[in-house]
């Protein structure tokens, strides 16, 4: 899937919001493609590949950690020095935190790789990571309260993350599924991927857009992390080189919209940021697979 196909199908999902005007449409949607499609994707990537495979990329996991803290750590300083509203502060720290490694992340990887495992492996074990931390941040700078456990043990509950923990244990335990069934289970899960970037062009919205706020989650989302990556890891195998770099510079998720939006956190302006800075990150990595020919 090139970039063009990429922006169609985010132009279609658009299109279809305002020809159809049934919200439960796009709840369904949403469903089977998160729920369902994502999670055969997930298990039959995963699960096809060996442990001395797992080996092979064990530095995906490490920037995992290493780009969290980073864009964590460096945004919550800044709220803290230069930020007066604090709501903003946790909405930036919630955005800057939770990338989209999936919907947006998984096509653009496969511009550069025929395997996208590596990005596959990074994406869930940072949903794993973050989605706790990310629901608390925005519980915490709203008017609610959440339990970190409860959120954590939620994350648990999503089926591409207990997809993703099922492979590995098969993959560690030197369980291997027959290839006729691994290839049907990647075959329908492939589907998630064109969905989930039609789901996505239907949430997109310009309102609340201000540029101030838009070069913040830039900085700390996209460009700190990017210029990390290449920097340390350029030297590395490209399938880990590539995977870590796209799905470490990804622009905010829509599951972090969706919780800000929960708490009533600056949503408005996040999905505006969002939209325009997921443009923006498609225009770079178009031109950065141009110069690489």
Do not use: C
């Not at 290493?66 to 460096?74: A, Q, R």
């Amino acid at each position: 899937m090139d970039i063009l196909e990429m922006l169609g199908l985010i132009l279609l999902g658009y299109g279809l919001r305002r020809i159809v005007r049934e919200e439960k449409f796009f709840d369904a949607l949403r469903f089977v493609t998160n729920q369902i499609l994502l999670a055969f994707f997930v298990f039959g990537n995963v699960a096809s590949k060996d442990l001395e495979y797992l080996l092979s990329i064990k530095l995906v996991f490490l920037y995992v950690f290493l780009v969290i803290g980073m864009s964590l750590g460096l945004s919550y300083l800044y709220g803290r020095l230069f930020l007066k509203d604090k709501e903003w502060a946790g909405a930036l720290m919630a955005l800057s935190a939770y990338p989209n490694t999936a919907a947006l992340g998984f096509p653009v990887v496969s511009l550069f790789l025929d395997d996208i495992t590596p990005a596959i492996l990074y994406s869930t074990t940072n949903s794993l990571i973050v989605l706790p931390i990310v629901t608390f941040i925005a519980a915490h700078y709203s008017t609610g309260g959440a339990s970190l456990k409860r959120s954590f043990f939620r994350a648990l509950r999503f089926p591409p993350t207990l997809a993703n923990l099922l492979a590995i244990f098969l993959v560690l335990g030197g369980v291997r599924l027959p290839a006729a069934v691994l290839d049907t289970i990647k075959a329908v899960g492939w589907w998630s991927i064109p969905l989930i970037l039609v789901y996505f062009g239907s949430r997109i919205s310009l309102r609340a857009l201000h540029v101030r706020r838009l070069l913040e989650v830039a900085a700390f989302r996209i460009a700190i992390p990017f210029t990390f990556v290449f920097l340390t890891l350029r030297n590395a195998d490209p399938k880990v080189f590539y995977s870590v770099l796209v799905e470490a510079s990804m622009p905010p998720a829509i599951a972090a919209n969706a919780i800000l939006a929960q708490y009533r956190l600056k949503a408005e302006e996040a999905i505006s940021v969002t939209f325009v800075l997921t443009l923006a990150v498609l225009g770079l990595f178009l031109i950065f697979r141009l110069l690489i020919g």
